[in-house]
């Protein structure tokens, strides 16, 4: 469904992405983790169009769309949630929603924005209430809202960029297992990237490692979290033995 290769980008001269490739089979959940300022940002900026690459090519369902607009991107199928949540709050839950629907996939009717909103609102458990207030949701409450607005675009592919960090284990779980759903019920194939690792580790297929721009691993998440370099980028290189460092990273993973 999607196939990067050699992505790069550049800011001035500083390489925040270098030479990236990867594939993401239709219906398979991924996991794109690594430490701050890795690079995964900046990865799906640059599958959303909001970042042109410096080099590489994107295929999605065959066709190239590096360096296109953002709403073209959309209009394709491919839909992203932001870390911060950032809602329209003078609009009604059901209205920023209905928003993204009319946006996404080049809709231009009001009654199919609306059904796509319903649809998604349902999706991940908020109020189809017409009238119902951004106000008075939380963290896990405007998680929900990013997702129904991703959703309501009608993607075939999501970018989710999750960050759970203000959510309590609980939320966590029920947030994790929200994306599974998704892809199970809906068929919508997922990109996850995430800071909290146990949580992405047990529900995606594969997961996809980033250090300073580089990809350093791939795989099922039970080969990867006994990875060598990736215990070294997130336990550092004097842990007591490798073999602690490995368990404690299975341990994290949550495999
Ligand atoms: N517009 C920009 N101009 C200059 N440098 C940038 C820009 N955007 C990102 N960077 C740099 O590129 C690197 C990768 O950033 P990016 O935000 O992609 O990392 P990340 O893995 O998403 O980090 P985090 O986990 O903190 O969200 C960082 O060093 C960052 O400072």
């Not at 030479?19 to 799906?44: A, C, D, H, W, Y």
């Not at 491919?78 to 870390?83: A, K, L, M, P, S």
């Not at 009654?111 to 207030?133: F, N």
């Not at 993607?155 to 309590?168: M, Q, R, T, V």
């Amino acid at each position: 469904m999607l196939t990067v290769e050699g992505l790069v980008k550049r800011f001035g001269g500083f390489t925040a992405v270098n030479n990236v490739s990867f594939r993401v089979e239709q219906g398979e959940i991924l996991g794109l983790i690594g430490p701050n300022g890795s690079g995964k940002s900046t990865i799906f900026n640059m599958l959303s169009g909001t970042l042109t690459p410096t080099a590489g090519s994107i295929l999605f369902d065959g066709a190239e769309i590096a360096g296109k607009a953002p709403h073209r991107i959309i209009n394709s199928g491919i839909g992203r949630t932001f870390q911060i949540p950032r809602p329209f709050h003078r609009l009604t839950i059901f209205e920023n929603v209905a928003l993204a629907g009319y946006y996404g996939q080049g809709r231009h009717s009001r009654s199919k924005a609306d059904e796509a909103a319903e649809r998604a609102l349902r999706m991940v458990g908020l109020p189809t209430d017409r009238h119902a207030s951004v106000d008075g949701l939380g963290a896990a409450g405007l998680k929900k809202l990013e997702l129904a607005k991703a959703l309501a675009t009608g993607p075939k592919l999501l970018l989710a960029d999750e960050s759970l960090g203000g959510l309590d284990e609980h939320e966590m779980d029920q947030a994790a297992d929200m994306l599974r759903k998704i892809r199970d019920e809906l068929g919508i194939t997922i990109i996850w990237v995430e800071h909290i690792m146990g949580v992405l580790m047990r529900v995606v297929d594969r997961v996809m490692v980033l250090d300073h721009g580089e990809k350093i691993s791939e795989g099922l998440p039970s080969v990867v979290a006994s990875d060598p370099r990736v215990i070294e980028v997130y336990l550092g290189t004097d842990a007591d033995s490798s073999q602690a460092a490995a368990a404690e990273a299975r341990r994290r993973a949550g495999v």
